[in-house]
């Protein structure tokens, strides 16, 4: 299967659940003619078209340009993506992580963590300075962020200790 | 007399040239690092703009787009590696003058095209954008829906290759422009009952989310670029034998940054590329092209500085973004409550004024920049990558929190990185669903107010002559991309014919 048609696919689903909840827009009193539902319909329909189009579009590509290389290639495509996919879910949980985190333990904490994380993560850095980078770092941010440009950050539970 | 004192009494407001030289620094610092492209650079100051001043907020921006565009050429000269798309066209002089032992000549036509670029580019923009705005006072509710569909009629020519992905992106866009409340009723729409929602989604979060997260995202599979001497990084003048051979190359590439600036999709990188071929095709030496030819610099150069300010013409004259840089620049300006667009010159020309001055001054303060910021722009690339992009994490998550103090905030735009990164996987163009979010609510609201008024009579959209003439528009943009596409399809079947 293409990459454009589980795209196709995906977003001809998509466009049918978001034309039912579209459909599903009360109207009220005040209403004009089109509604509140009016447009969000019309792009519903718009996207089903469209998806419709696309998995069209990938089953007509496929016909053309099937042969025996051009599977070989993309089977090891296929296993590159699916090593760049897991990559970037690790960036992602790091990111979830921080924001679980930011209202339990702070920002600078979680900042310090999330700078640790990313580095590591990224490409295995340096670890002797790791740990120093994500506390200065954090620490520079805090100082931007909360002591100069006054801007309010969570605490954490930090302030109910003292 | 008044006039001209209005006029010059923000010169003394020196904080304006303050954001510019910040925006300027910036631009050269993100532009600079591989990766990190004018839009992405300006998508991260995006939350910082929040509750500035205005004028500052959008001039700073603008001045990080002219700073980034020439900050992509320093990493395409050193170390062969493009910092922005539009610098890929200088990798290949530019290169080639390093490894012949004269990377400050590149680096000094590279300054010196920039600043005449943008010089040449500010003077189109302010010659060219008012003229435009000028039909503006009698804009109704149907000529506003038609320019919001003129707007989107521009999808074609920045859908890349494929039209069809171009227009799903769009009505993407025009589906996250639905949520929250309805203009014309004040009815909840997609909400999910989430009081975080009710004002929608802030096009902030989808530009962060898309160009800024989703790199982030995908740079955790790519490896490190290339280390810089930084004894080679010292920018030279270049002497009056070099001065006469580029200045033919610095006027095609002024005039195709004009051109390309104005039309919607192109884009730097298109004029570019399209500078540097138009200067070899009448160049003297043709031969010296692509073996370090000055003129390979300073056409591409020159083009994609001069974009940086006419791709500004249609963005604030008419409101649509030609491209990621100034669709970025759009969402600077609905932080501020600005929308761009004919009214602009009625209801803030101000701030319009500051803009045009900050613009001028970042000519300036690009040659003074250029020369400061060097050192730490060479310095920043030999960062380990992994740092680089940690920092650039933890300023992307601290950045959106400042704007409202949202955690649901930085939610929503690790959500649209996710979308990106799905949209770059599955080949969808991003400027579309930008522009369907930023266009969405004008199109919908002035459409549905338009037919309140006619008392439901869709004719009316034709009886406004403006709304007609930027309808008939749209059709001819609509019908022009689609007959591209088919052509170019055609070709790419035929090409794929004769290969096998």
């Known amino acids: ?162 | 007399m008044a006039d001209a004192i209005a006029y010059v009494s923000p010169l003394f407001d020196t904080w304006i040239f303050a954001f510019v030289f910040i925006g300027v620094c910036w631009g050269i610092v993100g532009g600079a690092l591989p990766g990190i492209s004018p839009s992405i650079t300006m998508a991260l100051l995006l939350p910082f703009t929040y509750g500035m001043n205005p004028s500052y907020a959008v001039v700073m921006l603008a001045s990080t787009y002219f700073g980034a565009e020439y900050g992509g050429s320093i990493p395409a000269i050193l170390i062969r590696t493009p910092g922005t798309n539009a610098a890929a066209a200088t990798v290949i002089d530019g290169y080639a003058m390093k490894q012949q032992g004269k990377a400050g000549e590149a680096l000094g036509i590279s300054l010196y095209s920039g600043i005449i670029g943008g010089v040449f580019g500010f003077l189109m923009l302010v010659l060219l954008t008012e003229p435009l705005s000028r039909i503006a006072l009698s804009f109704r509710p149907t000529s506003y829906f038609a320019l919001g569909i003129l707007g989107l009629s521009v999808i074609g020519s920045l859908a890349g290759d494929n039209l069809v992905k171009g227009l799903i992106a769009a009505v993407l866009g025009l589906m996250i422009a639905a949520i929250g409340t309805d203009p014309v009723t004040g009815l909840n729409r997609f909400t999910f009952g989430s009081p975080d929602l009710l004002s929608g989604i802030p096009p902030i979060l989808v530009l962060v989310g898309l160009y800024a997260m989703s790199e982030l995202l995908q740079s955790a599979s790519e490896p490190a670029w290339e280390k810089a001497n930084a004894g080679e990084a010292r920018i030279r003048f270049p002497g009056r034998s070099v001065w006469k051979r580029i200045w033919p190359a610095q006027s095609i590439g002024a005039v195709v940054g004009t051109i390309e600036g104005v039309t919607p999709g192109a884009g730097g990188t298109v004029a570019a590329f399209l500078a540097y071929n138009e200067a070899r095709r009448w160049s003297r030496h043709k031969e010296a092209f692509g073996n370090g030819a000055p003129e390979g610099i300073a056409a591409p150069e020159t083009a994609n500085c001069a974009v940086s300010k006419t791709a500004l013409i249609p963005m604030l004259s008419l409101g649509i973004p030609g491209s990621n840089s100034t669709a970025v620049l759009l969402g600077g300006f609905l932080i501020q409550n600005l929308i761009p667009g004919p009214m602009l010159f009625v209801q803030h020309a101000d701030i319009v004024r500051d803009l045009y001055l900050g613009l001028a001054a970042s000519v300036v303060a690009l040659w003074i920049a250029a020369y400061i910021f060097m050192p730490p722009s060479i310095w920043l690339v030999n960062r380990p990558k992994s740092y680089l992009m940690a920092f650039i994490f933890a300023l992307l998550v601290s950045g959106i929190f400042a704007v409202e103090g949202s955690l649901f905030h930085i939610g929503i735009a690790l959500a649209f990185g996710v979308l990106g990164y799905a949209m770059r996987y599955f080949k969808f163009p991003f400027l579309p669903m930008v522009l369907g979010v930023v266009l969405g609510f004008m199109v919908e609201s002035n459409f549905r107010r338009a037919l309140v008024i006619s008392g439901d009579d869709y004719m009316t959209f034709l009886q406004d002559p403006i709304s007609a003439g930027l309808l008939g528009v749209a059709v001819v943009f609509i019908l022009g991309s689609w007959i591209h596409h088919l052509t170019a399809a055609r070709k790419s079947r035929k090409l794929a014919k004769a290969a096998s």
Do not use: N
């Open chain 1, 1 to 162: 299967m293409s990459r454009d048609f589980i795209a196709g696919c995906v977003l001809l689903v998509f466009s049918a659940i978001y034309y039912l909840a579209a459909a599903a827009i009360p109207a009220s009193q005040l209403s004009d003619t089109v509604g509140p539902g009016g447009m969000p319909k019309s792009y519903g329909i718009a996207l089903g078209v469209l998806s419709i189009l696309l998995i069209g579009q990938s089953l007509l590509a496929r016909r053309r340009a099937m042969t025996a290389r051009a599977t070989a290639a993309s089977t090891e495509e296929s296993r590159q993506d699916r090593y760049r996919a897991l990559r970037a879910f690790g960036m992602l949980a790091i990111g979830v992580a921080y924001l679980v985190l930011l209202p339990l333990i702070g920002y600078v904490i979680s900042l310090a963590l999330l700078i640790l994380a990313a580095a590591w993560y990224q490409e295995g850095a340096r670890r002797r300075w790791l740990v120093p980078t994500a506390i200065v770092g954090a620490g520079v941010f805090w100082l931007v962020f909360v002591q100069i440009l006054q801007i309010d950050q969570p605490a954490g539970f930090w302030p109910s200790l003292f």
